[in-house]
């Protein structure tokens, strides 16, 4: 190892720090002075059943199924089973969930890089010990709080922690914290606090936990429980008062019935289920496709996503850089090609390497010279240096960094040729010389330049076909590369980036500007961009954002975790750096940026089916309040049992719902999830409610001597049939299993009221043909006024969403 002499960046080699011995190790472990913390990525099988179980809404209906078993009419509790229903879908769908995230995630869990014996090795953050001697390399996330013990240049983001993003030099004595993170050159530390006591565990087990953060999605709900518990708490004494007053109710068994129908119809019992199941199956589904979502509201974001800001190495091209060849300047001989070779070799073997250091490591492995100094390569600096003695300095990065002014003949020849090799897709670097010191992040004077050395890229097979879905799908994209604009521009062009017809077309991001307003400015016209710092990175991100944009950031390199943790949806490869997996919110596990068009999809399905779902369920909570409402005015019965309201649920909300809820559907969300729902569920659920009360009420004038059961009768008629046609106009357009689907439920409604084994034994139905006719006839009223109202909503571009997002992608 190496240390830092004074505040700068040079090194020269300091004695060797052997680590703990396997004895010290032990003796700390059977102390419990580990790393170890409670960091379970999800919730406990107990607390599954215990969340799932121990609901307020599931209270409510075993109260209210209680009492309906006092009256000994059963058939009426059978909306019971929905208690067990959705409490077992909920337990054994989040079980299975957890078992397939909680294996990823011990498949992308932290690891720490230890010395013990004098040998290093890989463990898990958790089994780090107190006292513990641990190396960074450039990269890595600081994961405990301790004292440098060793340096080579060791630069640290300590951002995460402090907000300055400026990188921070650590010298043998500093002090690191845990949660920072390594940019540049490597050393080692001594660990002073872990576990419980450091801040890396923390941060870690935070950005690894697949947490409920609030969600539009989840607000909105949660906005309409309030509600509907508030709007119970006052209807609920006032029905009880209503329905023993009744004259409908010839015994207290009616007055019960009436009371627990209306209060049962208002629970929207499957909501909470399916906008929980939702996420949990999305995320799920994504795990399939190798994507680890570490947070599922992602699912949610993904959505809405409209601006994805792509890394071009490791996204656009494959992350294994190989070497391509050195060109020379005119006139050089054999010893000028020997020597460029000799100094290729001495800078890779320095500490602190990149994956250049590391491309060029398998061609040149060996040199006779020695090192007396090193700068290491920072992405900032975007170069590196070592100092040979007597050979002199050599400094090798991007041309326009190392060789700003004019230079000699010989240094302008060969820039002109790196920007025709650059135009080409190649990654161009600079080999240049001088006779003054490596003096830290300074660049040294006097350089000139000795050969280029031209690194490949390979451009992965799907790139195109990738970028081609979200140009169709309305995201627009936008590559910010460290490389050379040049590179950048004509990568871009050869994967057809929207705006980017040649190599020229990339933007150099040292000409953007600063202001915020302005840099969004550039945003809108440009889709390219090189040199790009990691600072810039964040501030493309929070110019889009400004804006109004939902923005997705890839990224597989350390300098990309402070932009991904700014991005609405940070998407980390799998292979990049443990920094960045840590703070992205999906990590694609092997790297393929081809799985990203699935990952949006799956969230703009999930989100558009959930709307879709919202809806129906939100109609009948509508029309049963109304309905409780008229009663407690009129005095009258109930218009519905409870069973009957089962078998509506089940027909027009439950079965439906889910079924709808595996449907495609690829459109953008677009905010205002509440707002949408309501202006078109409540005047829906409005002329329902109208309907089958009127239904009951004409019936009882029809027939006079038909009493509660010709009421009930007609009424489920009546609900049955306009609840189907407003299932109708959610679904559309219809595709061959839509219409299997709507078209065999009315199939179901007809068996059931044609064999009296279920209308009569099981639904309290008595079913005559007039009542089913004067049923269906309201019902078609109804279902005629909620045609209009789905193409009045359908005609306001702010609340048409949830019935837009049914006319398109099936």
Not at 189 to 214: C, D, N, Q, S, V
């Amino acid at each position: 190892m190496e240390e830092v002499r004074g505040r700068g960046t040079v090194v020269e080699p300091v004695q060797d720090h052997r680590g703990l011995t396997a004895a010290e190790v032990t003796e700390r472990i059977a102390a419990g002075r580990t790393n170890a913390v409670d960091t379970r990525t999800s919730r406990s099988v107990g607390q599954i059943v215990r969340a799932n179980v121990v609901t307020p809404f599931n209270g409510l209906l075993l109260a209210l199924w209680l009492a309906i078993a006092a009256t000994g009419r059963w058939q009426n509790g059978l909306f019971g089973l929905v208690i067990v229903a959705n409490t077992t879908i909920g337990v054994v769908q989040e079980v299975r969930a957890k078992r397939t995230l909680d294996r990823l995630a011990v498949l992308n869990a932290p690891r720490a890089r230890v010395v013990r014996d004098g040998e290093v090795a890989e463990i898990d953050v958790a089994d780090v010990v107190a006292d513990e001697l641990l190396e960074l390399r450039p990269g890595d996330q600081v994961t405990a709080d301790g004292t440098v013990a060793a340096s080579a240049g060791l630069e640290v983001d300590e951002s995460l922690l402090t907000g300055e993003s400026d990188p921070v030099a650590k010298v043998p004595g500093d002090q690191v914290r845990s949660g920072s993170i390594v940019v540049a050159g490597q050393g080692r530390f001594r660990a002073t606090a872990i576990g419980a006591e450091a801040y890396a565990t923390r941060l870690t087990a935070e950005a690894k936990r697949f947490t409920r953060t609030p969600s539009e999605l989840i607000a909105g709900t949660n906005t309409v429980l309030r509600w509907i518990s508030l709007m119970m708490l006052v209807v609920a004494p006032l029905l009880v008062w209503s329905q023993f007053r009744t004259a409908d109710a010839d015994t207290w068994q009616d007055a019960v019935t009436g009371t627990v129908a209306a209060l049962v119809g208002m629970v929207p019992e499957g909501l909470v289920l399916l906008t929980s199941l939702a996420f949990m199956l999305g995320a799920v589904t994504l795990a399939r496709e190798r994507a680890l979502v570490q947070e599922l509201p992602a699912v949610e974001v993904l959505a809405r996503v409209d601006v994805v800001c792509l890394d071009k190495t490791g996204t656009l091209t494959h992350g294994d850089i190989v070497f391509d060849r050195i060109v020379l300047p005119p006139g050089a001989d054999a010893l000028d090609e020997a020597e460029v070779r000799e100094a290729l070799a001495l800078s890779c073997t320095q500490p602190g390497g990149n994956a250049t250091a590391a491309a060029l490591a398998t061609v040149f492995s060996r040199t006779s010279w020695t090192a007396t100094a090193s700068v290491p390569f920072s992405s900032d600096r975007k170069w590196s240096a070592v100092a040979a003695g007597d050979h002199g300095t050599w400094v090798l990065g991007a041309p326009e960094m190392v060789l700003p002014g004019p230079g000699d003949a010989g240094s302008a020849d060969l820039l002109e040729t790196a920007g025709k090799i650059a135009a080409d897709g190649r990654r161009v670097l600079v080999l240049a010389h001088g006779d003054s010191p490596a003096g830290g992040p300074v660049l040294p004077p006097g350089l000139g330049a000795r050969a280029l050395v031209v690194l490949a890229e390979r451009i992965r097979d799907d790139a195109t076909d990738t970028l081609r879905y979200f140009a169709e799908q309305g995201v627009s994209l936008r590559v910010i590369s460290g490389d050379n604009p040049s590179t950048v521009g004509a990568v871009a062009t050869a994967v057809g980036l929207p705006g980017i017809t040649a190599a020229g077309d990339a933007l150099d991001a040292r000409t953007l500007p600063e202001d915020p307003d302005a840099l969004a400015d550039v945003l809108e016209t440009t889709a390219a961009y090189g040199r790009v710092t990691p600072q810039q990175k964040r501030a493309v991100v929070a110019a889009l954002q400004r804006r109004g944009h939902v923005v997705a950031m890839t990224g597989d390199g350390v300098n990309d975790a402070m932009a991904l943790k700014d991005a609405d949806i940070g998407v980390a490869m799998g292979e990049g750096a443990a920094a960045t997996r840590a703070v992205a919110q999906i990590v694609l596990l092997d790297g393929r940026f081809a799985h990203l068009p699935d990952v949006v999809g799956e969230g703009r399905r999930v989100m558009a089916n959930i709307e879709r779902a919202a809806n129906l369920f939100l109609v009948k909570n509508v029309y049963s309040l109304l309905m409780a409402l008229v009663v407690i005015a009129t005095a009258a019965g109930y218009p519905l049992a409870p069973v009957q309201l089962t078998l509506i649920s089940a027909l027009t909300i439950g079965i439906p719902g889910f079924v709808l809820a595996l449907a495609p559907d690829r459109r953008r969300y677009v905010p205002g999830f509440l707002r949408r729902v309501l202006w078109s569920a409540v005047p829906i659920g409005v002329i329902i409610g109208t309907a089958a009360y009127s239904g009951d009420r004409t019936i009882r004038w029809l027939e006079p001597e038909g009493g509660s059961a010709a009421g009930q009768t007609v009424a489920t008629v009546t609900v049955l049939v306009a609840s189907l046609w407003a299932l109708t106009v959610f679904a559309r357009p219809f595709t061959r299993w839509k219409v299997a689907l709507v078209a065999g439920l009315p199939l179901a409604v007809v068996v059931i009221l044609a064999v009296p084994v279920l209308s009569h034994t099981v639904f309290l139905l008595d079913v005559t043909w007039v009542r089913v006719g004067v049923g269906v006839g309201l019902g078609v009223v109804a279902g005629m006024l909620v045609e209009l109202v789905g193409r009045f909503v359908r005609a306001r571009p702010a609340a048409a969403a949830p019935l837009a997002a049914t006319t398109r992608n099936g």
